[in-house]
């Protein structure tokens, strides 16, 4: 399972959303989702599936399949866990690019990285990313741990986007794989009802 970890944050950082995606769904069928819609890399649609249009996906190489009635795949707890880890690769990634955007922009004369607010946001976020990591490797097999990872990806992505201003709202923008990263993990995580 630790390998498997880290082998789709990898993905996710290296190489991707897609391809993290990929390889976090290895082994699942993939028109098995907990709800009615799936989310898959484009290359991997089933022949025939209805796809559903989404921009956003769409410029990620996602697409996102309508699925019939079913019962949902085995081991979602484990596919959360390592779409866990490819997210925890697409938030390194935004914060790098949040703090290359930052560097590059200046506010009252000094660089706006430089900021106590700018900084101890970027600094939480580091912090929340490597505890979130670390809970996965330790509890990647709850599903009420791998739910509440997810929950809280959301809300780093979110506060980091915030960081990138205007551009972090842009559909070409760094933000963007983060946004559609909380799109997939709605897809796949499966919620208690009530």
Do not use: F
């Not at 890399?41 to 009635?69: K, N, Q, T, Y």
């Not at 914060?95 to 922009?105: D, N, Q, T």
């Not at 000094?110 to 106590?116: C, D, M, V």
């Amino acid at each position: 399972m630790l390998d498997a970890i880290a082998e789709c944050e990898k993905a996710g950082y290296a190489d991707g959303l897609a391809a993290g995606l990929a390889q976090a769904l290895t082994g699942v069928d993939v028109l098995c989702p907990p709800g009615p819609v799936a989310a898959v890399p484009a290359a991997a649609v089933p022949a025939g599936a209805a796809v559903i249009g989404h921009r956003l996906a769409d410029l990620e190489g996602i697409s996102l399949v309508r699925c019939a009635d079913h019962e949902p795949a085995r081991g979602l707890t484990a596919l959360g866990a390592r779409l866990g880890a490819v997210r925890l690769g697409i938030t390194g990634l935004l914060i790098e690019r949040a703090v290359e955007h930052l560097s590059g922009r200046t506010a009252g004369g000094e660089a706006t990285i430089r900021k106590q607010l700018v900084a101890g946001t970027l600094a939480d976020a580091l912090t929340a990313t490597e505890s979130l990591r670390q809970r996965l490797l330790v509890a990647g097999h709850v599903a009420v741990a791998v739910t509440d990872l997810h929950d809280r990806l959301n809300a780093i992505d979110w506060e980091v986007a915030k960081l990138l201003g205007a551009s972090g709202y842009l559909a070409c923008g760094p933000a963007r794989g983060a946004y559609v990263a909380r799109l997939i993990a709605n897809c796949w995580i499966a919620r208690e009802a009530g």
